[in-house]
């Protein structure tokens, strides 16, 4: 254990010192091959300027190197193997995207996606935005806000085990652990196996989500609603307006930008589920998304790097427009202020 941390420490250390060398070294460069002498100065002032020009470039070199290496190069070859075979080295052309048109896996899969997409976004981003109105006039709001936001400091996994002591079910005659059968038990209904139930197996996955991704979405909306003047909302309520009226006439308006981008990085998250689903249901039950399958397709049953490649590509091209626009609506969030 001493070990590894004396080697983290000094691969640390040696890393800050190979990046100053780096700069160092760079700069040297830059005035050995554009040099400026005072014996010219017109040249002097071109060199100077082709150093401006050249300098960022330079020192942002080996960063743009790393995106180009684990970005660029990954998208290129996952577009490539989708027009080959499982084991990457056959060209089979479009076979593969015919396939997933015609899968009954791969369209249920896309259904449940589009399912996820239309309740969690709009649950967390819904639920986040009334707790942070409700916590802002109680006086014990900071420690409300502390307990919504305290899954975000789960795992999904670890979230995920917790909620399915909350579905768990007993068969026959045991006594029923799970807390949701226990209650449905306790008020004269049947126990049921939640999480295999069609359709609404789906629902109670994304509780799981929503419970997790409330308190982010909680946090940024509340400091949006702190950011309304108040004469805003004084002048309001002098001209008669109730508390709801306030809501949604006042401050939901001024910070719409803050509610898209937070519902935007919700949908980012939510196209890209796989933790949840392994491990609640593993996909079954017609659970499965496309996060899943991918990984199916690539790590089970021997491997297809062609199919699972097309459906890596579906959620890449599902994610960026949302992605693109997420990022300009906050840069323009951020230009306002």
Known sequence: MISQIVSAIGVVIAGVFA???YYWLSDKVLQV???VSDRNLQLASRNLNRRNVVRPWLFMGPALFLLAVYLIYPVIATIILSFHDRSGGNFVGLANYRWAINDAAFRQSIFNNILW?????AA???LGLVIAVLTDRIWWGNIAKSLVFMPMAISFVGASVIWKFIYEYRGGDETQIGLLNAI???IGGDPQVWIALPFWNNLFLMVILIWIQTGFAMVILSAALRGIPE??????VIDGANGWQIFWKIMVPQIWGTIAVVWTTITILVLKVFDIVLTMTNGQWSTMVLANLMFDWMFRGGGDSGRSAVI???IMAAVTPIMVWNIRQANREMGGH
């Open 19 to 21: 990046c100053a060398l």
């Open 184 to 186: 449905v038990q306790f």
């Open 231 to 236: 004469e805003t909302i004084e002048a309001a």
């Open 124 to 126: 967390c981003t819904f």
């Open 312 to 314: 890596a590509l579906v």
């Open 117 to 121: 997409l239309a309740v969690v976004p």
């Open 33 to 35: 091959v554009f040099p």
